[in-house]
């Protein structure tokens, strides 16, 4: 499916290649991927056989490290861009959504939403899917009206300093209960596990978890990377917690919306405005919709996943229906020692 484009209309960009120079550009890249890839540490893989390790994450070898050294060489970001960043299975869909909703509320009503009718990784791709697209004509950033709202996973201090240098442009991270995090991770990539190979037990996948070994793992550096840079740069990157989210969801939208630069007027809220864009974008929503029933979502060449698998159950400590006493006690621990001074903490 096509990403969705708000816009026709697209700016007067600087950084537009030819498809000669960017098919150029890819191939170094390609290279530099190739000479790379066989000297990395090797370890088992959720879905893929194997991740490797490079620059102390766990990425798929033939996707997210090859996109990851694509933005690496050749990202070129716009002060306006929106990045939202998150490690995969923290509540990445939802805030897709909101951010969507939020940002373009005076271009749409509630009754005609695009969300109604366009998965809310359509409304918002990631930034991996220009590298994918063989058509590119379907997705080009470079055509992309201001602001562009692109999703990635890469960890903070993998990002190119065209990113993270930037004055302007913004990001938004969202994370979640790792306990949470990994029950959802486990769930979800069992079903899109390759048939011939076997189903990863939930313990094979909390050992491996726990390790750091999964994708853009440790789940702890992914978190602490975003984490101490919106404490240095807090009008760079707005840090939200899944939990948070899901208790005061009207709060944290509107402090979206402020961040974001698109603070929700006295007179929009007292119309409703917040709740209505709450109201979209909530689990009971999106998931009953068709769109997020039906429509399948390409992530890569070999990755196409049906929406419903990013609508699961929504909830807050489902980790309690599987983990036993052991993890939940041995995860908790992990996650108090890597925390320990940062100043983050998760509920238990
Ligand atoms: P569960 O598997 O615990 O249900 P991501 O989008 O980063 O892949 O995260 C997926 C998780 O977010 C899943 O968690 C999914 O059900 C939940 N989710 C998706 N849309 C949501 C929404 N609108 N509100 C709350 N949670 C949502």
């Known amino acids: 499916m096509a990403a969705f484009q708000p816009s026709l209309e697209c700016d007067n960009i600087s950084n537009i290649h030819s498809e000669q120079t960017d098919s150029d550009l890819i191939q170094k890249t390609d290279e530099r991927y ?8 090797k370890g088992k893989g959720w879905i893929t056989e194997h991740l490797v390790q490079y620059q102390g994450f766990w990425l798929t070898p033939n996707a997210a490290l090859k996109i990851l050294m694509w933005v690496q060489d050749h990202f ?22 909101l951010i969507f909703a939020t940002v373009n ?36 950033l470079d055509r992309f009206p201001s602001p562009r709202l692109l999703s990635i996973h890469i960890p903070y201090i993998l990002l190119p300093n065209s990113m993270t240098d930037h004055q302007s442009c913004r990001f938004v991270y969202i994370c979640r209960d790792p306990k949470d995090v990994l029950v959802s991770k486990w769930l979800f990539l069992n079903k899109l596990r390759p048939k011939d190979l076997p189903p990863i037990s939930l313990e094979e996948a909390f050992e ?28 760079k990157i707005l840090f939200l917690k899944y939990e948070d989210l899901k208790k005061e969801p009207l709060v944290v939208v ?15 809220e007292s119309k ?23 429509s399948e979502q390409k992530f890569s060449k070999d990755t196409i996943i049906d929406n419903r698998h990013f609508f ?5 400590g489902d980790w309690k229906s599987y983990l036993t006493t052991e993890m939940v006690e041995r995860l908790d621990e992990i996650t108090y020692e890597k925390l320990l001074g940062s100043g983050l903490v998760f509920g238990s």
């Open 105 to 140: 509320r005076t271009r749409y009503g509630f009754a005609d939403h695009p969300l109604l009718t366009t998965g809310p990784h359509d409304c918002f791709p990631f930034l991996d899917a220009h590298l994918q697209e063989k058509d590119r004509s379907r997705f080009d």
């Open 34 to 41: 190739r000479e790379t890839l066989p000297n990395l540490p």
């Open 208 to 235: 491996l978890f726990c390790q750091g070994i999964s994708h853009y793992g440790p789940f702890w550096d992914h978190v602490l990377g975003y984490w101490e840079a919106s404490l240095e740069t807090p009008e």
């Open 312 to 316: 699961r159950k929504g909830k807050v």
């Open 272 to 294: 409703g405005v917040v709740e209505e864009i709450v109201k979209l974008c909530s689990f009971e929503n999106l998931s009953t919709l068709e769109v997020n029933k039906v």
């Open 76 to 97: 070129k970001p716009r002060p306006t861009d929106i990045f939202l960043a998150s490690f995969p299975k923290s509540g990445t869909t939802w805030l897709k959504a």
């Open 254 to 268: 509107k402090r979206l919306g402020d961040f974001l630069g698109y603070p929700f007027s006295l007179e929009e």
